[in-house]
Structures are given as C-alpha cells and as structure tokens.
Antibody
C-alpha cells in the first residue's frame, strides 16, 4: 500500500521560506513524477510543479521564480521550497505521485499558514 | 493557461439516484482529463484518467466520457460514501489545471 506523508512547519512568517518534505512508503519513486499541489479557499486546487526522478522539473509560471522541487530517490522523499511567502501562499499543500500526470497517490495534506 | 469549469456547483441527489457532473475546458485537452473525489480532511482520490478509464479499485458505478472540451462524470447509483466534492483536471497543457469542483450532497 503506497502512502505519502507531508511534513514541515505549519506556520511561516511573511517574506520567509516555506519548506516541506514528502515521504513515500510502499513504493519506490524512481520512474515517478513527484508533484506538489496546493489548495486554498480562494484559488482552489493549484499545481505548483513536479520533478521527474531524472532531475527534470516543471514549475507553474505563476510561482516559477520562487519554487524549488528536489527528489531523493534513495530515501523515497521529495521536497518543496517556496521563497518570499505572503498570505496568498496560505494553503493546504499536497504531495502526489504515481499515475503520470493524473496522480494516483496523494498525501493527506498539510496546512501552511503565512502569518507574522 | 487552460481554464476548467464545472457544473453544477452543487448537485443535490438522493441515494440510489444517478448523478451527472459536467466539466468544460477553455480549449481542447484531447482525452487528457482526470476526475477526482475529495472528502473533508483528505487528499483527492483519483477516479478516472484518460477521460474514461477507471482507476484501480474504483467501483463500476463511476464512469467518465467526453473528449476535446466537454467531459462528463456519471455516478450510476449514488451510495452514501459518494457524497463528496468532485474535481476535473486537465493534463494536456502545462500548467495542469483543475476545475472549481462540484459538491454532491444529499
């Protein structure tokens, strides 16, 4: 059974950096796309970006200058870094993988609030 | 960016009834369309991909159809566990985008 678990701080101050990690169990993430997706009341579900195990990445143009996604296949983890956060970055953040670009496996999500 | 719209925003149905949910893309996405179900406090669950292929372990009462810009998710006989929010998502053109969702309620 494949399970994903997001981890990271639930509160980040404005202008600081949001860092999250997704730990995968029950499967290797080699050959998978590793995705980060967020959900907020105002913007709904938004695809942040993805990284393939080979190292290729694709970031949402609306966030591109602030995002880094990295993958550690040996530890079955992938990470998201989002710089210079504002209140607009407050959301539930999901990691998702498997199934190509229609992810089969999702974490339960982690709420990140941007506030001083 | 491709804009996805869904209708209706809320669908009120009774258990055992048929539910038909619509999704429209602002430009053609071919068959690169997925449907998800989301319940409170959970991540989305993939139901359909490739517009009409049921995902693993998804009951046969869920079916998807359509291509290009018009898509439909049908739930043939609603069960109590099917009351949730349903999202469509296109993966034909980056950035991949989701619709705003349809809430299926009693």
């Amino acid at each position: 059974q494949v399970q994903l678990q997001e981890s990271g701080p639930g509160l980040v101050k404005p202008s600081e950096t949001l860092s999250l990690t997704c730990t995968v169990s029950g499967a290797s993430i080699s050959y998978y796309y590793c995705n980060w997706i967020r959900q907020s009341p105002g913007k709904g579900l938004e695809w942040i970006g993805y990284m393939y195990y080979s190292g290729s990445t694709n970031y949402n143009p609306s966030l591109k200058s602030r995002i880094t996604i990295s993958v550690d296949t040996s530890n079955r983890q992938f990470s998201l870094t989002l710089n210079s956060v504002t209140a607009a970055d407050t959301a539930v953040y999901y990691c998702a993988t498997g199934g190509g670009f229609a992810p089969e496996f999702w974490g339960q999500g982690t709420l990140v609030t941007v506030s001083s | 960016e491709i804009v996805m719209t869904q209708s209706p925003a809320t669908l009120s149905v009774s258990p055992g009834e048929r539910a038909t949910l619509s999704c429209r893309a602002s430009q053609s996405v071919s068959g690169n369309l997925a449907w998800y179900q989301q319940k409170p406090g959970q991540g989305p669950r993939r139901l359909i991909y490739g517009a009409s292929t049921r995902a693993t372990d998804i009951p046969a009462r869920f079916s998807g159809s359509g291509s290009g810009t018009e898509f439909t998710l049908t739930i043939s006989s609603l069960q109590s566990e099917d009351f949730a929010v349903y999202y469509c998502q296109q993966y034909d053109n980056w950035p991949f985008t989701f619709g705003p969702g349809t809430e299926v309620e009693i």
